[in-house]
Nanobody, 121 residues
């Protein structure tokens, strides 16, 4: 059974940094692209970042480009999101998600439980 478990969230001040982690199990991790998605209070889901299976191709939403960095460690079945220069609008529940494996379709077939990031002074 596919399982994705996020960790590393919490309360931070504006301008601070945070590193989110996602531990994957139940599938051949190195064969699949991964995503981070977030949902701010009162808003819908927002795609944040993408990383391909080998970890050499990444994409970011314009709202986080230059501040967030996605990475992965296939030997440890882990994907990370380094968040720098935090803004209040980054406050959201952050989800780790697995791609379905069909190139170009962005079908997110499995999701973690989500983890809260709150940015406040």
């Amino acid at each position: 059974q596919v399982q994705l478990v996020e960790s590393g969230g919490g309360l931070v001040q504006p301008g601070g940094s945070l590193r989110l982690s996602c531990t994957a199990s139940g599938f051949t991790f190195s064969r699949y692209s991964m995503y981070w998605v977030r949902q701010a209070p009162g808003k819908g889901l927002e795609w944040v970042s993408y990383i391909n299976n080998a970890g050499v191709l990444t994409y970011y939403a314009d709202s986080v480009k230059g501040r967030f960095t996605i990475s992965r460690d296939n030997a440890e079945n882990m994907v990370y999101l380094q968040i720098n220069s935090l803004k209040s609008e980054d406050t959201a529940v952050y989800y780790c998600a697995k791609d379905g494996g069909v190139y170009g379709t962005a079908d997110l077939t499995d999701w973690g439980q989500g983890i809260q990031v709150t940015v406040s002074s």
